[in-house]
């Protein structure tokens, strides 16, 4: 029996029957494959055992059915925006990024090592223009007590919501809305608020911080209360704008329920429209741990994968072996998978979260290709960026890096072989460069074995000859028929690829990630080229100009003034530019 929630693929041959859910704010919609005999496929909404009066209908949700080529660039893209037109996202134009506390100092985190970052940060903002400081798990003194603060916090988080409003920063917080541990207040004094089984026992929520979990039930006017109380008291008075709000599966656990007619889907989405109304229009809500569907319409952001980790493979006590194969555990192998895997949601349903990238180069068992790898599916998905690494410590070239992803592109890509196997490994993104057309390919080996191929630039709707820049080789050059792949164990390739063209062309540049991002306006002639550069940040980096080789000299100017080249092989000239804001490109070539 194979079994999906919201939204399923199955594939026959060279089609693909999707089948999802399209309204998602009353039920979970179950998609099951019975492969015995003869195969059956059934779809069905999940009511959770509540009563229904002899007279009573409850409408079940929409459900989406359509035939589409295995070998479409974006086979749920209708399906998704289908989704969109019923549930009316939430898709701010902009999404924040920045710093989290979690990935390093997880719940040891103090006052200290926020200022620390906070001062680092603001030392360095010319360099590094993020938005967001966020203070993670292990400030308060057990979760759900969340106005009582630990030790290491004795001040609370108020004022250092001030100081990083002052500093110029957006001020973020982690929330566990519906989970408690036993020992908390809200527990101790409400047990009437928690999730209950038949039986009338406390349901479990999991298993964490080395204790069983409570699960609190939304749809108690108490708990109602208390959140908003809540929320309102972290954004309104305490000013913190952006809320990651995590174990938000907790409030769609199967239990008793105050509301006995609320099904699991109704509990979460009152939950979390309760926060929304309570944090307002322009908090940014960033959902994590949630079951998506109930979420559409009321969090700007949602985390659609594992935890990150500092490394590769899922582990845990110590142990690799008996975890490698596990899909959910922390590890920096399962949150690229599931940035790729749905990608498909990004800017349809909210902004795609694929957890902090870890750059760091001690605490850390990545590799240079790992964390490649990393930076090239998070670049190429569009999606928000944000670092967990303790600033002041990070190697210049890995903060240069961090840098130039910012600000995130927001664009979707498509990946290519989402149908093709369990982790694909082909990310594409057309765009324009100059008024031309222009594709980003990333290539992505999660497999402990070299991957050489070659991948025709037909494929990838690339016309020949070409124009290739490969961003972590910093190699330029002609490509015909094939894009060559041949990549290490893990290890990553991140290509700016344009049909040749007469006259000057850009070709590539190590100013951002991914390369290209930072040309805002261009013109491309027969004898001439112009383009307009733009770097939030203070930049230094080399770009490759495509120049025709035919015994002409180029004349090459930055912003009015001659700026010396260097030839980079046949048609191909290299140039390094140091700016922060606008500058402007210009070459010229002239006949002999």
């Known amino acids: ?290 079951p998506l569907g109930p979420a559409i319409g009321l969090v700007d952001g949602m985390r659609i994968g594992p935890d990150v980790a500092p490394h590769w493979e899922p582990r845990m006590f110590g142990l690799r072996r008996p975890f490698r194969a596990e899909r959910s555990l922390p590890a920096a192998r399962n949150a690229v998978r599931n940035t790729l895997t749905r990608s498909w949601m990004h800017r349809r349903w909210w902004w795609n979260d694929p957890d902090c990238l870890l750059l760091r180069v001690h605490a850390t068992s990545l590799t240079e290709d790992e964390v490649r790898l990393m930076l090239t599916a998070v670049a190429l998905s569009g999606g928000m960026v944000l670092v967990s690494d303790p600033v002041a410590e990070l190697p210049e070239e890995r903060r240069a890096l961090w840098a130039a992803l910012l600000p995130p592109t927001g664009e979707r890509p498509e990946v290519r072989d989402l149908f093709e196997r369990e982790f694909p490994r082909v990310m594409r993104r057309a765009g324009t460069l100059c008024g031309a057309p222009v594709i980003w390919v990333g290539l992505l080996n999660p497999e402990d074995r070299p991957w050489r191929a070659a991948l025709p630039l037909s494929d990838l709707g690339l016309p020949e000859p070409a124009w290739g820049f490969e961003r972590w080789s910093g190699r330029a050059q002609r490509l015909t028929g094939n894009l060559p792949v041949d990549l290490p164990p893990h290890g990553a390739a991140l290509w700016l690829l344009r049909p040749i063209r007469p006259g000057p062309q850009w070709v590539g540049s190590t100013l951002r990630i991914p390369p290209g991002a930072e040309v805002v306006e261009g013109e491309e ?22 120049i025709p080789d035919e015994g002409g000299v180029p004349e090459i100017r930055w912003n009015g003034r001659p700026c010396p080249a260097e030839r980079a092989g046949e048609g191909l000239w290299r140039v390094e530019l140091a700016f922060q804001g606008i500058g402007v490109l210009e070459a010229c070539w002239t006949s002999p």
């Open 525 to 546: 002639e027969a004898s001439w080229g112009r383009w307009v550069l733009r770097r939030e940040a203070r930049a230094r980096g080399f770009v490759w100009l495509g």
């Open 1 to 290: 029996m194979r079994r999906s929630d919201l939204v399923a693929a199955l594939i026959v041959g060279e089609r693909a029957l999707i089948v999802g859910q399209i309204t998602t704010a009353d039920q979970f919609v179950k998609i099951e494959l019975d492969a015995r005999g003869m195969p059956q496929l059934h779809v069905y909404a999940e009511l959770d055992g509540i009563s229904v009066a002899p007279e009573e209908e409850i409408p079940s949700e929409w459900v989406w059915v359509e035939i589409r080529e295995v070998s479409d660039p974006d086979p749920f893209g209708d399906y998704a925006e289908a989704v969109a037109r019923a549930m009316q996202p939430r898709i701010p134009p902009h999404a924040p990024s920045g710093w989290c506390s979690w990935y390093f100092y997880y719940t040891r985190v103090r006052d200290a090592d926020i200022r620390s970052n906070l001062q680092a940060l603001a030392a360095w903002r010319e360099v590094l223009p993020v938005e967001l400081i966020q203070i993670d798990d292990g400030f308060q003194t057990a979760v759900g007590e969340w106005t009582r603060f630990s030790p290491r916090f004795p001040e609370g988080v108020a004022p250092l919501a001030q100081e990083i409003r002052e500093a110029g920063f957006t001020p973020g917080l982690w929330l566990a809305p519906f989970l408690a541990w036993p020992e908390a207040g809200v527990v101790r004094m409400h047990p009437d608020w928690l999730l209950r089984d038949a039986r009338g026992r406390p349901v479990s929520a999991g298993f964490n911080w080395y204790r069983w979990l409570r699960a609190l039930d939304p749809t108690h006017p108490g708990v109602e209360e208390w959140l908003r109380d809540l929320i309102r008291t972290v954004v309104h008075r305490w000013g913190f704008p952006y809320l990651k709000l995590d174990f938000l599966y907790a409030a769609a656990l199967p239990g008793r329920r105050y509301d006995p007619k609320a099904t699991r889907a109704q509990a979460l989405r009152r939950g979390l429209r309760a926060i929304r109304e309570a944090a307002g229009e322009s908090a940014f809500l960033l959902g994590c741990g949630c």
